[in-house]
């Protein structure tokens, strides 16, 4: 972005870096605002890492910050031409590279995607240990904060540090948005969705997040008293809600149907079999079980209805993590009807291969990326 621009604009890139890098150290990365009317992120790293010493916070690795789609916010819209977190495939990166992808189809936010991917390559290319990527958002829809993440056990082991409830699975549902472009690559990302929007304590949660982080992943040494008030805070906006949760139902809305989400839901409402959901096209649908509401849509604008969540047991999660580790999964590939396509992908033909259901393949840590009544395509997400 040349400097003219830059200096006409309230957001910055750079937020927050280190004045002496250390390749050895652990590195953090944070961004705020890759969804422009989500400022809330933006605001509370501004704060948090401006009054680093006035809070008796003291660095021990190397702290990153960037603002993201800077334009968008500087318009208060989610975007101007293109959803900036849905530009982070390997395909795409490729092809931006290549060249084959212009402003004409990017628009303004090629450039914000030019220079956050420079910044963050850099850094991976730059540190020896793997780097952890913290992506900060708000939502539409009233809830409690939760973090999403991508089911790999160094996510899952950051993640349920924090008292808010995690969520698994919506990187199956949405294509590239950078945590999974994170994962992709090889290194740790968590996202937080703080609150509603125009909440005013969505910048504070930021704030506690921003700062819990910078403890449980050892960047800084932040007093205990702070931590406590932190996860004091965290605690206080979703008393009863914990552990991990995984989403298995997404409401897909058709172009041009009449769809009403039914009032007065919010992420992670309980709803009883029977319970009435939304309108399609005058005709009113019903929860077939007891289960939580997830993201239910009040805008205007949305392809997603809602998602229905369950939480996952104890049990699921030792199992996955032990058969994981155990590398049993490699022998999927010598099986009828399961095929290797890259290392990291397999294709299954779903007539002869019955057994390898959506579940079995999240338990061994596989992402479907493509699923039709013949074949499933999933790929490994788990890179340690
Ligand atoms: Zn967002």
Request: net charge neutral; hydrophobic share 40%; charged share 20%.
């Amino acid at each position: 972005m040349n400097q003219k621009l830059e200096a006409d604009l309230r957001y910055k890139r750079i937020i927050y870096k280190p004045n002496n890098p250390d390749p050895n150290r652990q590195a953090i990365v944070f961004t705020g605002g890759i969804h422009g009317n989500e400022p809330a992120g933006y605001t509370a790293l501004e704060s948090v890492l401006s009054n680093l010493e006035q809070s008796g916070i003291s660095l021990q690795g190397d702290v990153y910050a960037f603002g993201g789609n800077l334009k968008a916010m500087e318009a208060n819209k989610r975007f101007l031409t293109i959803d900036l977190n849905r530009l982070w495939t390997k395909k795409l990166v490729h092809q931006f590279k290549t060249g084959e992808i212009s402003s004409s189809v990017w628009g303004e936010e090629i450039e914000e995607f030019a220079e956050l991917l420079s910044e963050i390559e850099h850094i991976l290319q730059f540190y020896h240990n793997k780097v952890i990527f913290i992506d900060l958002h708000t939502t539409s829809s009233k809830s409690v904060p939760f973090i999403p993440i991508n089911d790999t056990l160094s996510n899952r082991s950051l993640a349920l540090n924090f008292p808010v409830p995690t969520v698994l699975g919506i990187e199956e549902f949405i294509d590239g948005p950078l945590l999974s472009y994170i994962n992709e690559v090889g290194h740790v990302a968590l996202g937080i969705e703080a609150g509603q929007h125009e909440d005013p304590r969505s910048a504070d949660i930021h704030a506690s997040f921003i700062r819990l982080c910078l403890h449980f992943t050892r960047t800084a040494i932040v007093p205990a008293s702070r931590v406590q008030q932190d996860l004091a805070a965290l605690k206080a906006a979703c008393p009863t809600l914990n552990g991990i949760y995984e989403i298995w139902y997404r409401y897909a809305i058709q172009p041009n149907e009449k769809f009403r989400m039914t009032p007065g839901y919010s992420s992670f409402s309980e709803v009883h079999a029977g319970q009435e959901l939304a309108v399609s096209e005058g005709k009113r649908i019903f929860a077939d079980r007891a289960t939580r509401v997830f993201m239910p849509l009040y805008q205007e604008q949305g392809e997603d209805g809602y998602y229905l969540i369950r939480k996952v047991s104890k049990r699921w999660l030792l199992l996955s993590a032990w058969l994981r580790k155990s590398r049993i999964e490699v022998l999927f590939a010598a099986l009828p009807g399961v095929h290797r396509t890259a290392p990291d992908t397999l294709v299954i033909n779903r007539y002869i291969a019955r057994f390898m259901s959506k579940e079995i393949s999240h338990l061994f840590g596989y992402r479907i990326q493509s699923s039709t009544q013949s074949h499933l395509l999933i790929t490994k997400r788990d890179l340690d």
